[in-house]
């Protein structure tokens, strides 16, 4: 083959790594790729786990019992980062049985990341008259740097994937521990502000700071718990036919309530049918979501306008304020747990708009961005109109 070939056949190999691999799948794979690529008959993985050195794929699966030594040729291959082929002269004394086993040559190629050892692709052959030699060897070390890349975003999505389990059960435990206590604590901070609401004294102050920052930290707390239960899938839904108007509505009374000193103008297309199948709840908690974003991200002196209307089957809602906007960068972002922008000082753990994203799409609807830095946000609210009997095949069960 000439070189032209070759680095078509290595490049045709490595484009099975751009698929979404696990690290068994990734193993079989370069063990595979190697041996058509060489022609050779046997092959193995070995990498160092946990402190130790060992066979983590192989083919045939017996060579998994291989015992690796720490002055063998394939610890040699990983300590020194070195590629060598080796013949029956240069291991019979130390390896009688490989002459039983019927290896005639074999290819040693360190897998590396970053100046790194990670490991070491083995490659054996059986053949007498077609023996490895320093063709088969470049072959393979322009391979195993491809192996490698592979190996190593395995590992790290392992890492990651590992990282962010123990971080959501921490979270939810922490939320599930804190949670009755905030509660209480919410409870006695209630009969304070009660107890002095006739007065003009600080105490009044006080007592209504208080109330107000435990019911901001039992909202936090909710969050986290309802992030836990997205990503468990136990997020229960309650379905029935619902107005998205008279949601709105709950959901503004609720919002001039928390924020008397802002101004939230509603737009009514009321010329159609606003019914859809829903948990009212739920919406509730979008839409409350949305608009305390709009009211943190912007000025007191600015309105927050919110638009019902239709457009064939579907209801739409928008929410727009004039506030600081979001960066194109962040955009598509904002809708994923646990992200805030760069630039956002604001309170608040980044869960609120992935939660509404989430409830959202339970409800087979969508909810889009749209944004510009100091010129403000919109966020888009579409939902299919439709009745308990012509709900969504895949909706839940309608209570």
């Known amino acids: 083959m000439d070189s032209e070939t070759i680095l078509q056949k290595i490049n045709k190999a490595a484009l099975r790594f751009l698929e979404p691999l696990t690290a068994e799948l990734t193993f079989a794979v370069i063990i595979e790729e190697a041996l058509k690529l060489v022609d050779g008959d046997e092959g193995m993985i070995a990498l160092e786990e946990d402190g130790e050195f060992k066979v983590v794929a192989a083919v045939p699966a017996a060579l998994l019992s291989v015992k690796l030594r720490r002055r063998g040729f394939t610890y040699a291959s990983y300590s020194q980062r070195k590629a060598f082929v080796i013949y029956p002269d240069d291991y019979l004394n130390a390896h009688p049985e490989a002459a039983e086993m019927g290896i005639r040559s074999s290819l040693f190629i360190p897998l590396s990341y970053r100046n790194k050892s990670i490991g070491v692709l083995s490659i054996m052959s059986h053949k007498k008259e077609a023996k490895f030699s320093n063709k088969e060897l470049e072959i393979l070390k322009l391979f195993g740097s491809m192996a490698s890349l592979a190996i190593r975003k395995t590992q790290l999505y392992n890492e990651t994937r590992e990282a962010l389990e123990a971080r959501d059960m921490f979270l939810s ?18 009969m304070l502000k009660l107890r ?15 109330y107000g920052e435990t019911n901001r930290l039992l909202r936090l707390v909710n969050e986290l718990l309802a992030v836990n239960r997205i990503k468990t899938g136990k997020l229960d839904f309650h379905w029935r036919e619902s107005s998205l108007r008279e949601v709105i509505k709950r959901s503004l009374a609720a919002f001039a309530f928390t924020h008397p000193s802002r101004s939230a103008v509603f737009i009514d297309d009321q010329n159609f049918s606003d019914v859809i199948v829903g948990d009212l709840d739920k919406l509730l908690q979008v839409f409350t979501n949305i608009l305390d974003n709009a009211a943190k991200f912007s000025t007191p002196d600015k309105e927050i306008i919110i638009k019902l209307y239709s457009k064939k089957d579907e209801v739409l809602v928008s929410i727009q304020d004039q506030g600081q906007g979001i960066a194109k960068k962040d955009l598509q972002k904002v809708l994923e747990g646990f992200y805030r922008g760069v630039n956002n000082q604001k309170e608040g753990m980044g869960l609120g708009l992935y939660i509404s ?25 579409i939902l299919p109109k439709t009745s308990i009997r012509a709900k969504p095949e895949k909706s839940p069960q309608v209570d």
Do not use: C, L
């Open 357 to 381: 994203k989430e409830i959202i799409e339970q409800h087979h609807g969508e909810i889009k961005i749209k944004s510009k830095v100091n010129k403000g946000t919109t966020v888009e609210i």
């Open 173 to 190: 435990m922490a939320a599930h521990e804190f949670r009755t206590p905030i509660t209480t604590i919410s409870g006695y901070a209630q």
């Open 196 to 210: 002095f609401s006739d007065q003009q004294a600080v105490e009044k102050r006080w007592s209504g700071e208080i």
